[in-house]
């Protein structure tokens, strides 16, 4: 079929004269661009700005089929129904509903939601597809080793994971004010980690629409009910209110807890709750649920949408794997779990503020090093100035490191920038008296928003080839993980409890 119908005596010359398919490309070419300009100047707050509605699927109706075309630079793909050209050897279909560089998808990738979001959550599930997520509440960095282990039970289980916005539980700005919740896709390079894990991950506001005021009856595991008989309700988190879910809590046999032996002791197992997922065990472990506390509603677990309250306290072997490295969580997970490409731009600026550089100039190797006080002075049992390691012991470790790095990578690196939760303006003093450099965050909540300050110091500290951390700091812990991963770089922990604690 012609993209043009006419007759050609009542034509003019010169298109009497042109050839049909110039005449479609430069059509298109004028289409394309019209809704490009569209989608460029599209904005929504904790969205994405590459995207108006991301969703993963290659198509939203069975019958349009997935088109990818070249237009003056990188490939896209645009889906939907909504504008279609035909023309002999091509159809192209553009929508300014849903639109994605081709990058964000995977080949052949899986419809795994209805469509756009809906009021209702159960409106946007498909019945042959299975879901599985959780919810938030342990503080920025425990929530991201929670939403990992999420991630790995969604390998485990063949689940598509719905992964859950970030809560300020330890956030707040200078004020004291609490700041707003932020996406999980606005941190983490959501597209990347899809390839590495070749499977779909999803987030909530792709599911159920932000505005939406409906509230949807579900049923979930409590494993933080299971793990120890202190814990009479489910691990509190304000996301399900956020997201207008009532549910109500089932709380699983004993026998998902890691160590039978020691009640009190929080972890469960993940090959235990894997199996809960499945037929067999789910329908031996089901027992009399708490009414849910809006619609008073008595549900057993979702089979189609399983989620639990808190997988931060999950392993295979042993408690707090995580800071091993042979935890399958981090290799199979947080290895593949990037930073946004933005977030990385706005710590390689901050860098370069902290050192005065010009963009013109490389970025130098460095050494980070995470001081972290705060709330860990309610573990001292001597005066805090005795229980937490002197600068001292940091400048030790961190020499450590440099000869480390001279010797492996054959690099002589000289900058040092510290990132604190301190205060104190004495502790800053004797910072600048070791030549270290320090974040200049005094804008960063003005300019960005709450969350950035901490965001940025975990971008940066994952940037450098070396890490001195704080021992038991589950921030030093992920940094230093993230520092041999992604630089090959290498890292120390500083103990602290105890006067002279990290001599050696």
Same mark, same amino acid.
């Given at each position: 079929?012609s993209?043009l119908?006419?007759n ?6 010169f ?15 004028s289409c394309? %661009?019209?809704?490009?300009g ?7 707050? %904790? ?15 069975p ?5 990818? @075309?070249t237009?003056?630079g990188?490939? @896209?793909?645009v889906?939907?129904?909504?504008v ?7 159809t192209?279909t ?5 639109f994605v560089p ?9 419809i ?5 979001p809906?009021?209702?959550?159960q ?5 042959d597809?299975q879901?599985?997520?959780s919810? !938030? ?6 929530d991201v080793?929670a939403?990992?282990n ?7 289980t063949?689940?598509?994971?719905i992964?859950?916005?970030?809560t ?9 004010k609490?700041? !707003?919740?932020?996406?999980?896709g @606005? ?8 390839k ?16 939406s005021k =409906?509230?949807?009856? #579900? %049923?979930c ?6 793990v120890?008989?202190r814990n009479?309700?489910?691990?509190p988190?304000?996301?399900?209110n956020t997201?207008h #879910?009532?549910i109500?809590? =089932? ?9 039978k ?5 929080p972890?469960a197992?993940?090959?235990?709750l ?10 031996k472990s089901?027992?009399p649920s708490?009414?849910s506390p ?6 057993p677990?979702?089979?189609?949408? +399983?989620?639990?309250d808190?997988m931060?306290w999950?392993?295979? @072997?042993?408690p ?16 593949? #779990?990037?930073?946004?490409p ?24 460095y050494? =980070?090093?995470?001081?972290r006080h ?18 001292s012991?940091f400048a030790?470790r961190?020499?450590e490191?440099?000869?480390e #790095? ?12 510290v990132?604190?939760?301190e205060?104190?303006s004495?502790?800053?003093?004797? +910072? ?11 804008k =960063? ?8 300050p901490?965001?940025i110091d975990?971008?940066?500290q994952?940037?450098g080839?070396?890490l ?8 030093s812990?992920?940094?230093?993980h ?10 120390r922990m ?6 002279g604690?990290?001599?050696?």
């Open positions: 079929m993209i119908m006419h050609p005596r009542n034509t003019p010359s298109l009497r004269r042109s050839n049909p398919r110039v005449l479609f490309a430069a059509l298109f070419l394309v %661009g019209y809704y490009a569209r989608l460029s100047t599209f904005s929504a707050e %904790g969205t994405p700005e590459y995207e108006v509605r991301r969703i993963w699927s290659t198509r939203t109706l019958e349009v089929e997935r088109v990818t @075309v237009v003056d990188p490939q @896209v793909t889906l939907g129904p909504q279609t050209f035909q023309a002999p050897q091509a192209v553009v929508t300014t509903e849903v081709k990058a964000d998808i995977l080949e052949d990738a899986p795994v939601l209805n469509g756009p809906t009021e209702a959550l409106d946007n599930l498909r019945d597809v879901y599985i997520t919810f !938030p509440g342990t503080g920025f960095t425990n080793m939403f990992m999420l991630l790995y039970l969604a390998i485990l063949q689940r598509v994971p992964m859950p916005f970030f300020p539980t330890h956030v707040t700005t200078a004020a004291r609490t700041v !707003p919740p932020i996406d999980f @606005v941190i983490f390079d959501i597209p990347r980690l899809s590495e894990l070749g499977m779909p991950v999803l987030e909530w506001w792709q599911v159920k629409d932000r505005s =409906t509230i949807d009856p #579900l %049923g595991w409590s494993i933080w009910k299971a120890s008989t009479k309700d489910a691990h988190s304000t996301a399900p997201l #879910l009532d109500s809590w =089932t709380t699983p046999p004993t026998w998902i807890k890691l160590l032996d020691l009640p009190e002791e972890h197992r993940f090959t235990s894997m199996a809960l997922t499945f037929p067999d065990l789910r329908g089901l027992r708490t009414p809006r619609l008073k509603l008595t549900l677990p979702d089979d189609r949408l +399983v989620c639990f808190n931060y999950i392993a295979n @072997v042993e707090h794997e995580l800071t091993h490295d042979y935890s399958t969580t981090w290799r199979f997970i947080g290895k593949n #779990l990037h930073w946004n933005r977030i990385e731009g706005l710590a390689r600026d901050c860098i370069r503020q902290t050192f005065s550089l010009p963009d013109s100039e490389p970025i130098p190797p050494i =980070t090093i995470h001081v705060n709330d860990f002075a309610s573990w001292c049992k001597f005066p805090v100035d005795e229980c937490f390691a002197p600068l012991a030790r961190v020499e490191v440099k000869d #790095l001279r010797t492996t990578k054959g690099i002589s690196v000289e900058r040092v920038i990132t604190s939760d205060k104190n004495t502790f800053w003093d004797e +910072v600048a008296s070791f030549d270290w450099y320090r974040v200049d965050h005094r =960063t909540v003005d300019t960005y928003g709450g969350w950035y901490i965001l975990a971008a940066i994952s940037g080839m070396g001195v951390g704080t021992d038991l700091s589950t921030v812990m992920i940094a230093a993230r520092v041999k991963a992604w630089q090959g770089g290498a890292s500083v103990k602290w409890g105890r006067p604690a990290d001599d050696h």
